[in-house]
């Protein structure tokens, strides 16, 4: 460094030690502001588990564990003879999402493979952030899209279709997370490395064989863990469940009837139609912990599958 005028080099020096003082004092500050930031989103997660932990053992004081495992029945509105049978509610929450994975999982990994093995960079430029844009429209406007669209047209087709049913949510529901099943799983087999596919295609394999028996098994891993994700998205659903799905729990698994989902049930319950410290309200803790031990698990089953078969290149 060229000296100005006016300068010496005890000054540089000094100007040197202050700097490396300042960026020592940043490089101590900063991870003690990671720590805290990291700090309050697991406490905040913990206060979530024990607010939902504590409520729910409330409500098990009220009524009986084995009751709500067990029975069939989901009237607590009853003043008279309620019956709290969680099962009618899961029943109609796995209707939805068994209907999503049929309409998400075939279309997800077709786009997915389209992406990753046959379009062009400029294609999948322009087709990528069109689907993620699909996954950022409000899940309430999914809801309305299911109720004054989809019913109506299925009804063309299935006349004895209710107004309110299990299909038409369930899915659009799929068309919700189909964005999320491809991208995740377009990224996993994008990361297969080009070796394996010009070998394959130097054995005289076609595109169609690369992509279904070398790429897919490959990328095995990250595809399995975008379904259960995708799964997890569409058990927790909300809003379009709630205004298409109807509020009829109900312990069937037909399709065209008015169901009720445990999101929809928590929905109802918090506008009002319980009050503070009754045991109608204290069920929507136990429905909320049935509902995060749902995820939890298919959170850790993605985990456990993404780690099992999980390739190294």
Known sequence: MALTSGQNVRDLIKEKKSKNSTNQMIEKLVPGLLFVLALISILTTIGIVFTLLFETITFFTRVSI??????????????????????ALISG????????????????????????EYASD??????????????????IVYGFFALTFVTPLLQKFIPDLAIFNALSPGIVVGI????????????????????????????????????????????????????????????????IVSLAGGATPKLSFDPTESIQTMTAY????????????????????????????????????????????????
């Open 66 to 87: 084995i009751d709500f495992l067990t029975q069939k029945e989901w009237y607590p509105f009853f003043e008279e003879n309620a019956t709290y049978g969680i099962m």
């Open 176 to 239: 919700m997370i189909v964005p999320m099943i491809a991208s995740l799983s377009e990224d996993a087999m994008s990361s297969v490395p080009n070796s394996m596919r010009e070998g394959a295609l130097a054995l005289r394999a076609t595109r169609l064989e690369v992509a279904l028996k070398v790429i897919l098994p490959a990328a095995t891993s990250g595809i399995v863990a975008s379904f259960v994700l995708g799964i997890s998205r569409a058990i927790g659903e909300t809003m």
């Open 266 to 313: 928590i929905v109802q319950v918090s506008s009002g139609d319980a009050g503070y410290g009754t045991t109608v309200y204290y069920s929507i803790y136990a429905v909320g912990m049935t509902l995060f031990l749902f995820t939890l698990a298919m959170n850790i089953l993605a985990q456990v599958i993404s780690r099992r078969f999980k390739e190294e290149y």
């Open 122 to 139: 400029r294609t999948r430029r322009i087709i990528k952030p069109i689907l993620e844009v699909l996954a950022g429209i409000p899940t």
């Open 93 to 116: 929450t796995l209707l939805i999402t068994l209907i999503a994975i049929v309409v998400a999982v075939p279309i997800g990994l077709a786009s997915a493979i389209f992406l990753s």
